[in-house]
């Protein structure tokens, strides 16, 4: 396996096992399910375990894999899994107590419709499974959602580093489309794997690396049977997201400067709507896209903003409309907020996005 920095044809999903690798990753573990079991199966191709250590493992359910990226990130490696939405349901309870150990990792959702085991097509129904916590208990995991090829290469570099200053779970929220789509991708240098002692040395305050600080060692837990500690602890996470919410807002505004009318959309329905403005502009519409690329933490500052400029908006997702609820929350009822939106694996066109803006601008 040669690393260096270079330009390739690849899938989605594919791009992820080698950003995996050159990310320094310490550990992938996960189970097949469609549409995303070209990481595994890429990253089984690549055998990193022969160039740089990484260990690469099928686990025998999800159930088990985010319970190794527990006890991996335990130890302050730098772990990930990938799945798709029934199986992000089941490690949802493994979310939830690494969020509640303040361990980071990395999780990739690659969408398909449900509800159910559905179909293998793409959607965007898990936004609420995974924006606004899925697994029990007041917390957040950092939501980042590519619209390319290319993103879904840099996102995983981006997501390691968040992980890590945050100590926070991080799932990268990609759908069949993106995932199964070939792009041209620039693919980064490689990052060196930390040694143990490195990580000791980095991470050894938190870490459990069975050293011993001060006589005792790490021991990581999410349980905490005092209900006013318990109470502290979820008050200091309370504070952490704050800090999230204040400093990592990602998010990309096309056409916005005097639009009339605005369109907000994240991942492949993104794309989509993109051609839409451009459609609509050629119509003399004044239309804008706001995409979200964190949809936690949500843009809410700039939608409110563009809330007072504009005299609509649309929300165009893969369901049944999930995000819409956010966009309406950011606009405080100051212009009405319709969503457009396909499900079950069923994708929206630009035409029908353009005919949806149009009757919004008839109400």
Sequence with gaps: MIFMEDVRLMKGNEVVAHAAVRAGCDGYFGYPITPQTEIMETLMDLKPWETTGMVVLQAESEVASINMLYGGAAMGKRVMTSSSSPGISLMSEGISYIAGAELPCVIVDVMRGGPGLGTIQPAQSDYFQVVKGGGHGDYHAIVLAPYSVQEMNDFVEIAFDLAFEYRTPVIILSDGIIGQMMEKVVLKEPRPRLSNDEIEQRYGTWASTGSKRNGKSNIITSVNLDSVQQEEFNLHLQRKYKVIESREVRYQEFECDDAEYLIVAYGSSARISHKCVEMAREAGIKAGLLRPITLYPFPVEPIS??????????????????????????????????????????IPSPNEVFDALTSLMKD
């Design 305 to 346: 903003k563009l809330s007072q400029q504009v005299k609509g908006i649309l929300t165009v997702e893969m369901s049944m409309g999930q995000m819409v609820e956010d966009v309406r929350l950011a606009a405080q009822n100051r212009v009405s907020v319709k969503h457009y939106g396909r499900c079950g694996g069923m």
